[in-house]
């Protein structure tokens, strides 16, 4: 369904000439910013139906009869059509992945870069409607990496350029996400400071270290750039690994018919449950077929169970729902000690109890690739913890214990500056776009 405009250009109570969007084009979410002759506007409500209409689930749903939802209203119809169609999240992650060209869904092939080129024309139409104008010029944010790999990076960077060649924009910039968040910091500085820039999102944490002060930017000001493929969805998989799997078949064991050795539930199977964006695999027929064998030889009746669960899991596409709940406990163990992981649906019933100790453990190996980066990042500007004057954090994953602890632990909490988590990227892009 097309949202209907909420207001008209003429609400923003001045003559504008709208010439560029700002676009911060998320693994979770998504914004956009219009930018005027006279500069950044408020960002455009592309979502109705969401609690913070500005903030666009960047999430599609392609139903039975091929008709593509978007956002909160992809995730309303996915839940009220018994999640039978294909809901795909997250497909921002798979840009330097040069194994994943293609998909079907519901019996059509779509390449990587038309998913996201189909989102992105989503956003430019949903703003060109609600504001009266036809913007072909944007600003994208960009990670600071995509991948730690260059080539797989300047992979990412031309399939999003593809894709917004393809959505209807004709001049196209990228701009470091990192760099974004200091053009909307250097507002709120009293004097120049060496700060750190630090966007922990869903799928990449990237960092920039930079000079602020109120003068334009220049070059040199940007000491040094860095970052890791490696953030909020990366803390779920890894709770999901840990907490989850096993109410699946993770520890399943079984024996082949007439064999000498009992066998385990290949790892390499089960990793694909931990990724929304690949428990489809599962879904292959050659799985399929192992995963019922599997059931048919497992040892005892709750391990047969646990298999049960699996093909409920699969056939019901809850992925998404469970992946919704770890997502939940993580937030809550931001204002207790405690957690719980729990999900219900017939068949399934998961109740699993997480301390902030335990989540600590659990996400070791994630948050050592997310905070190598971050000493990587420092010794490349020959900068130390001591010299940052101020750390200025963007992103939902900057408000997960293991992250802010951390980064408390190196900087000290009073050097801890939050912007707002959803829009400050975009508003970012926006101010560069305008002083362009």
Known sequence: ??????????????????????????TSNSLLVPVSDQGPLPPVPLDPFAERPEVFRS??????????????AAIQ??????????LIRSFKRFLPTKSFESTVIVGRTWKLEDLVATFLREMRERADAHLGVKVTRVVFGRPALYAEEPENDQLAESRMRRAAEAAGFETIEFLPEPIAAAYRYRKEIVKPETVLVADFGGGTSDYTLIRISKQDFKREDVLSVGGAPVAGDALDGAIMRRKVVKHFGGDVQYQVPFGDNVLKMPSSLMSYLCSTAHIQLLNSRENRDFLSRVKSWSLGREDEERMEQ?????????????????????RGLSEADQSKIHYEYPGISIDEPMTRSEFKTIAANETDRIFGALD??????????????????????????????ELERRFGKDKLEEFRHFTSIAEGLAEYAAEK
Not at 10 to 25: C, Q
Not at 77 to 86: A, L, V
Not at 316 to 329: H, K, N
Request: aromatic fraction near 8%; include cysteine.
């Open 376 to 405: 990587d990042t420092l010794a490349k500007a020959g900068i130390t913890a001591d010299q940052v004057s101020r750390v200025c954090l963007t992103g939902g994953t900057a408000k997960a214990t293991v992250v802010r602890a």
């Open 310 to 330: 699996l093909e409920t899991l699969l056939d019901q596409q809850l992925g998404f729902a469970v992946f919704e709940s770890i997502e939940r406990a993580k």
């Open 1 to 26: 369904m097309r949202p209907v405009a909420i207001r008209s250009l003429l609400s923003y109570g001045r003559n504008v000439s709208i010439h560029t969007y700002a676009i911060d084009f998320g």
């Open 59 to 72: 999430i599609l749903y392609f139903d039975q009869s091929r008709q593509i939802h978007y956002g909160t």
């Open 77 to 86: 119809r996915y839940s009220q059509e018994s999640m039978n169609g294909r």
